[in-house]
């Protein structure tokens, strides 16, 4: 009897043992998310023509960062990546985040490149539509997307005449790299704002609310000093 009550015990010490694990794990997930997240976009803030992202940013609505989206195969195989989304209030500051993740098989990788970190803008009233208004998206489809403008093309993307609801700006090896994402899906992940918020949350509702919690600040401190260097 005794035996029976000491393996009992030990039965639910482990069971408690690795659920416990198992929730360490999903809170590092999403939090291993905004520490790329916020490498990511330091390193796009280094590059010497940052200041075209900087300026489209400052000029749009908000910004999905995707820091890791990999190759599944050579060739035809497809790609993923998971990231989060942050929108601009009237006032400077920042709402969010959300998550997300990407998937398609039409990425354009470069030869040779596995991954890239993916930056998103959304630049106008529709492309803020397509990341709060349902479950998923798809850019090219549903939305109006095309390559970040860079340079002297900048300026002109930030004057209100440009058609894309949203751009796209990619970093490979440590720099700027041409990538298409036309044809990619875009995705709600309600696990992963389930574990950020504490409670279920759809992106137009945790997109309500302010970035201020310390969970987020290096990434939001990163995004600010790369809108400081538009021109």
Same mark, same amino acid.
């Given at each position: 009897?005794r035996?029976?009550?000491?393996l009992? *015990?030990? /039965?639910?010490?482990?069971?408690?043992? !690795?659920?416990? =694990?198992?929730?360490a794990?999903?809170?590092?997930?999403?939090?291993?998310?905004?520490?790329?997240?916020?490498? $990511?976009?330091?390193?796009?803030? &280094?590059?010497?023509?940052?200041?075209? !992202?900087? @300026? *489209?940013?400052? @000029?749009?609505?908000?910004? /999905?960062?995707?820091?890791? #989206?990999t190759? &599944?195969?050579?060739g035809? %195989?497809?790609?993923?990546?998971? %990231?989060? #989304?942050?929108?601009?209030?009237?006032?400077?500051?920042?709402?969010?985040?959300?998550?997300?993740?990407?998937?398609?098989?039409?990425?354009?990788?470069?030869?040779g490149?596995?991954?890239?970190?993916?930056?998103?803008?959304?630049? +106008?009233?529709?492309?803020?539509?397509?990341?709060?208004?349902? +479950?998923s998206?798809?850019? %090219? &489809?549903? #939305?109006?997307?095309?390559?970040?403008? *860079?340079?002297?093309? /900048?300026? =002109?993307?930030?004057?209100?005449?440009?058609? &894309?609801?949203?751009?796209?700006? @990619?970093?490979?090896?440590?720099?700027?790299?041409?990538? @298409?994402?036309?044809?990619?899906?875009?995705?709600? +992940?309600?696990?992963? +704002?389930?574990?950020?918020? %504490?409670?279920?949350?759809?992106?137009?509702?945790? $997109?309500?609310?302010?970035?201020?919690?310390?969970?987020?600040?290096?990434?939001?401190?990163?995004?600010?000093?790369?809108v400081?260097?538009?021109?």
């Amino acid at each position: 009897m005794r035996l029976r009550r000491k393996l009992l *015990v030990l /039965a639910l010490f482990v069971f408690a043992a !690795l659920f416990a =694990a198992q929730s360490a794990f999903a809170e590092t997930a999403h939090m291993r998310r905004i520490r790329l997240s916020t490498d $990511l976009i330091n390193k796009m803030a &280094a590059e010497s023509d940052a200041d075209a !992202l900087g @300026s *489209v940013i400052k @000029s749009g609505k908000g910004v /999905a960062i995707f820091p890791a #989206v990999t190759k &599944a195969g050579l060739g035809i %195989g497809g790609q993923t990546g998971e %990231g989060l #989304v942050f929108l601009r209030n009237g006032k400077g500051g920042w709402t969010g985040p959300a998550y997300m993740g990407i998937s398609g098989a039409s990425i354009g990788f470069q030869i040779g490149v596995q991954s890239v970190g993916l930056v998103l803008v959304i630049t +106008n009233e529709d492309g803020l539509r397509a990341f709060t208004g349902g +479950n998923s998206f798809k850019l %090219g &489809a549903d #939305v109006a997307i095309a390559a970040g403008p *860079v340079g002297r093309d /900048a300026s =002109a993307a930030t004057d209100g005449r440009a058609k &894309a609801s949203i751009y796209s700006y @990619s970093m490979s090896k440590g720099l700027f790299a041409g990538v @298409s994402v036309e044809g990619s899906v875009i995705n709600q +992940n309600r696990d992963a +704002n389930k574990a950020y918020w %504490g409670r279920d949350m759809s992106a137009e509702n945790a $997109l309500k609310k302010p970035a201020t919690d310390k969970r987020v600040a290096p990434l939001i401190n990163a995004l600010n000093n790369l809108v400081k260097k538009a021109k």
